[in-house]
């Protein structure tokens, strides 16, 4: 949204207020509407992940938990991220 000149000017981001400006959005141009329309609905997809609680479930009951639970010992950091760090960058 920056590169096309389009900052949030809200309080916070990832609100229901932002999920809902980001939907408001419009492109002319048919391959930046392809990957805005792809990256929007990869968070809407992560959103409802998280809603059910998938993630951290997942995070749970894997292999990662013990590596998991030493990251979300950093303040700040939910399982979620902790999750995401431990997969990604890995033990």
Not at 17 to 38: M, T
Not at 39 to 68: F, H, M, N, Y
Request: charged fraction near 25%.
């Amino acid at each position: 949204m920056l590169r096309q000149g389009l900052p949030w000017e809200g309080k916070n981001t990832w609100s229901l207020a932002h999920h809902d400006w980001i939907a408001r959005q419009r492109f002319s141009e048919p391959a930046l509407l392809v990957a805005f329309e792809a990256a929007q609905e990869q968070v809407l997809l992560t959103r409802d992940r998280l809603d059910r609680g998938a993630i951290a479930e997942a995070a749970a009951e894997s292999a990662w938990k013990p590596v998991v639970d030493r990251i979300r010992c950093l303040r700040g950091i939910s399982t979620v991220t902790a999750f995401g760090l431990a997969t990604e960058i890995g033990d």
